[in-house]
């Protein structure tokens, strides 16, 4: 019952500081965008392959990574070129809009319209948390099943875009498609459901037209 | 700062309610499993496999499930005749030992020895969290990539036994083997790490042998 009680404080005090940090940056004329999506989905192949696109300007992008302990994730995108700062969690299971308005405090925005927040592998608390983003979007890849929709309801209903990443081993594995995309549209009539293989680089447009603010 | 205080509390008496059952159950001659993992790795397949195993007396096996919502996985384990029960955990992102506590009051123990927790898919929480069990088996899988161990360290540094399933479709993606085996090895070098293929039914037999008290 404590339990219940404190989380319900603390999502209250998250969503105030992750309004003010949404506040300030719609100002600002930046869009920041939350990546979310379980350990191991793609997201950030997904943001490799996207960022590495010719019709993106890396000028204008800023990458959070959030992670528990590692850097592994931010030395991937320092190597592309972009603005990118690591969030250490010290274990905790998502990150909170405190920990995002420490991050952006660390980067120099100068010139950046676009903020990508590469969250930790979670499907639960990550959805439950506001950080200040405009925009969700959900990498869920194949080999997960196509059972994890309804198992996770909270991600899926609040991301305005889900990608099925991992396509490319379909042949190779038992997952239903069209039962996912159901699901997926059963929870949340307006999300936008894209297919894509980010190891083949294949199917990626419609983030690259996100990022590129088409 | 408040919320660090009362995780802390929180596990403190969830670590006495874990200790609690663990007991309880030694005393009854009962082993307690907890199966954890990402949401997708396979663990439900393992279980299924395992289970349907001619070497396993299902009667000697009763399973616990957890999930958010859905009773999804118990169904499974009820069509394979094993005695299950389902915690719905209505959003928390891990098992905690009250909630297993619950749970067992609902299962008839009778000739059992045996009692897998079929936890949420989840590499964070649900290691920090004990449940009363005698033993932990984490279910990875090749296509969440080799980077995990490092990136999740507690899940692999508090797992007996590390099952790297889907090796199947090695052929098709990025994962280093050896990697993955000498970073769980860096962790916890008392773990025995296992390469496992459910959906194939390849590779169980050591879990069986767990099962099968051998």
Known sequence: MKTITVNRNVLSKNDEIAETIRADLTEKGIRMINFLGTPGSGKTTVLENVLADPAIDKSRIAVIEGDLFTDLDAQRMAEIGVRTVQLNTEGACHLEADMVQQGLAELDLEGVDTIVVDNIGNLVCTAAFQIGAHMRV????????????????NMFRTADVVLLNKIDLLPYISFDVDKFIADVLSLNPNAEVYLCSAYKGEGLEPVVQIFAGV
Do not use: Q
Not at 138 to 153: F, I, M, Q, R
């Open 138 to 153: 959900c990498v869920a890849s194949t080999t997960e099943g196509n059972d994890k929709p309804l198992k996770y309801p």
